[in-house]
């Protein structure tokens, strides 16, 4: 599992390359930049415990914590579309 959370992070830079890329054409919108982020940081946070956990515990606070970063996460994530890529383009 170790090796799954090392990928996610070497795709990390391809991953914002594809956001910049999505707003530069104006295919970027506000729900789709939310999705994005909170897809990638809950894949993220589950992939991180399940490479550091031993019991089932951890594992459980992993799956936990993954969907609990959908309900702040995604207003947050539109909120910071809002501030920062919305006031680039004005």
């Given at each position: ?44 946070v589950?992939?991180?415990?399940q ?13 936990v ?26």
């Amino acid at each position: 599992m170790m090796s799954n959370f090392v990928v996610e992070v070497v795709i990390l830079p391809l991953y914002l390359l594809s956001v910049r890329i999505l707003h530069k054409y104006g295919q970027l919108t506000e729900n789709k930049f939310g999705l994005l982020v909170v897809t990638y940081l809950s894949v993220m946070v589950y992939t991180f415990f399940q490479a550091i956990s031993t019991t089932i515990e951890f594992r459980m606070i992993g799956f936990v914590l993954a969907f609990l970063c959908w309900f702040p996460g995604y207003s947050l994530a539109k909120r910071i579309y809002r501030r920062i890529l919305l006031r680039g383009r004005q």
